[in-house]
């Protein structure tokens, strides 16, 4: 398909691991993001990784690239309540006009809870 | 703290009304786009200006949608006439795109609009 895909939902308690994965369309995508949107607020990129790349770890985020089966995974370590939020995957796939737009998922919906 | 503004953040306005939102990009952005948010179809793009030109607009229903870009510092969505199939929150975001494929998108607060 087309689609940039991600599961819907996700519930951890808090101090656990959260893992969110993504699953995207072109194998070209030089660059992938993660965006954060918190309620009532714009996105705003958390990371990114180069398609070069099969990890990134930044602080309590570890990104997972699987190019082969086109599957990327952030992981957040010690989940926080501030945590919750909705995440988006994202990948940049280069239009025939031959510039890069940004092909967002659904979305998923963070729940930390105590 | 450079940030993209947009205006107004909340809009309530009659089906049939024009709606104009407003963008104001990070100084020194060369690229400019809309989007908009809803629960069902999620983030959809609208349009997308590079160097104030438009680039792709393909995500945008021609018939009453518009977008423009009168100088560098604004970008303008219009709506008219509006129809209550129109609410949802409507995001500007900017970016800096040169020679490499990075493409970070800085997004504004959005603007949820009502269209009643």
């Known amino acids: 398909g087309e689609d940039v895909e991600q599961s819907l939902f996700l519930s951890v308690r808090e101090g656990d691991s959260s893992v969110i994965n993504c699953t995207y369309t072109?194998?070209?995508?030089?660059?992938l993001y993660w965006y954060k949107q918190e309620p009532g607020a714009g996105l705003q990129l958390l990371t990114y990784i180069f398609s070069n790349m099969d990890m990134k770890q930044d602080q309590r985020l570890t990104v997972l690239l699987n190019k082969k089966d086109k599957h990327l995974s952030l992981r957040i370590a010690d989940t926080q309540t501030g945590d919750s939020a909705i995440y988006f995957c994202?990948?940049?796939?280069?239009?025939?006009?031959?510039?890069?737009?940004?092909?967002f998922g659904a979305g998923t919906r963070l729940a930390v809870h105590p | 703290d450079a940030r993209v503004t947009q205006t107004p953040r909340h809009k309530v306005t009659e089906m049939g009304q024009e709606v104009t939102m407003r963008c104001q990009p990070i100084?020194?952005?060369?690229?400019v786009f809309w989007y908009r948010q809803t629960m069902m179809q999620g983030l959809e793009l609208l349009a997308y200006f590079r160097n104030r030109a438009p680039l792709d607009d393909s995500g945008m229903p021609k018939d009453r949608f518009s977008a423009e870009m009168p100088d560098a510092t604004l970008a303008t969505l219009k709506i008219q006439p509006s129809e209550p199939r129109d609410s949802a929150v409507y995001f500007c975001a900017s970016g800096l795109v040169g020679v490499s494929s990075y493409n970070e998108q800085f997004f504004g607060p959005g603007t949820r609009l009502t269209v009643l």
């Open positions: 100084l020194g952005h060369n690229t």
């Open positions: 994202a990948e940049s796939r280069l239009n025939p006009g031959g510039y890069n737009k940004l092909i």
């Open positions: 072109d194998s070209s995508s030089t660059y």
